[in-house]
């Protein structure tokens, strides 16, 4: 990897430079499970990392750089996602694991990225072209192999063709995300997360196939 990451000025990092800038992410990372965006400083993160604010404006602009930084790596294992739909079968109990994996894919993917996933939302809120981009690239991977899904199925014959696949996918993802990052609200309501997975699994198989999963 040595020779691919640069400092700000545009000199090549070692790889000793490299892993104090991945130190530098790693400490951001946990400081924002734990703190508020807006309210980590560059002082703070060189800090826990061990080193000085000085280090850390060799490799980012600013604590927002960084996290963009954070949010694009994450991006790309979100892609991943789309292989939990790509060639899947949405026929019989094939069909009911299909939806059920998907749906534990997207759980878990929110959980482990939790945190950076919140300041993503935050930003695409406030219009922040930059996080929404990023989060409708990890949106996106899934909703054109769900699109796929419908549109396969519609040729078949087993899906009405008024269904519009785009928006139907789009809409299923959009339930997804934001269920998956509403978990622990579900906690407060009494259901449990061994609860919540096989209905929204029967929610994504009727959206796709229109039936009921199989037994």
């Known amino acids: 990897m040595t020779g691919q990451v640069r400092t700000v000025d545009g000199r090549v990092a070692g790889r000793r430079g490299q892993a104090t800038r991945q130190k530098l992410l790693d400490c951001l990372s946990e400081m924002l499970s734990t703190s508020p965006y807006r309210d980590v400083k560059v002082i703070d993160v060189a800090r826990k990392a061990g080193t000085s604010p000085a280090t850390f404006y060799q490799y980012f602009p600013d604590v927002e750089g960084a996290v963009l930084e954070i949010a694009e790596e994450m991006a790309k294992e979100g892609t991943g996602l789309t292989d939990l739909v790509s060639g899947r079968s949405w026929a019989g109990k094939a069909g009911r694991q299909t939806a059920e ?11 482990k990225n939790d ?101």
């Open 101 to 111: 994996e998907l749906v534990e894919g997207f759980l878990d993917f929110w959980r």
């Open 115 to 215: 945190a950076i996933l919140r300041v993503i939302d935050l930003g695409a809120a406030e219009g922040d072209k930059r996080f929404y981009k990023i989060r409708m690239k990890i949106l996106s991977s899934v909703t054109n192999s769900l699109t796929d899904s419908v549109k396969e199925l519609q040729s078949k014959g087993r899906v009405d063709k008024d269904v519009n696949p785009a928006a139907m996918a789009g809409s299923l993802v959009v339930m997804l995300a934001a269920v998956a990052g509403h978990q622990k609200g579900f906690q407060t309501w009494g259901v449990k997360q061994a609860e919540l997975k096989p209905n929204l699994a029967q929610l994504v198989h009727l959206g796709i196939t229109g039936k009921k999963p199989a037994k």
